[in-house]
């Protein structure tokens, strides 16, 4: 059974950077599909950034450019999420999602596209 965890959530002021952990089990991030996502209560779903890791795709949202990256550990089984310069319009929550597939760059946004989810883990950015 996979399971995916996320941590690394809290409270950060505007301007910040925090980083999420995605950590696996039942399948490991050597290959495939990862991605983030984030939601607001209310409103649907959204991706965040997500990295092919044959070929070394990645890519991100236009809110996220420049402001976030995608790493993993494999020895750990872990992806990172990494966020800087954090307005209060980031604050969701924020969701790991993989598969095992290669998705290519014209689906990669698509949450239809991921098999495994974690829970969330909450970020808020405020003064």
């Known amino acids: 059974q996979v399971q995916l965890v996320e941590s690394g959530g809290g409270l950060v002021q505007p301007g910040g950077s925090l980083r999420l952990s995605c950590v696996a089990s039942g399948r490991t991030f050597s290959s495939g599909t990862m991605a983030w996502f984030r939601q607001v209560p209310g409103k649907e779903r959204e991706y965040v950034a997500g990295?092919?890791?044959?070929?070394?795709?990645?890519d991100y949202a236009d809110s996220m450019k420049g402001r976030v990256s995608i790493s993993r550990d494999n020895s750990r089984n872990v992806v990172y999420l990494e966020m800087n310069s954090l307005k209060p319009e980031d604050t969701a929550v924020y969701y790991c999602?993989?598969?095992?597939?290669?998705?290519?760059?014209?689906?990669?946004?698509?949450?239809?596209?991921?098999?495994?989810w974690g829970q969330g883990t909450q970020v808020s950015v405020s003064s």
């Open positions: 990295r092919r890791w044959s070929g070394g795709n990645f």
């Open positions: 999602a993989a598969t095992s597939r290669n998705i290519i760059a014209s689906t990669v946004r698509l949450m239809g596209e991921y098999v495994d």
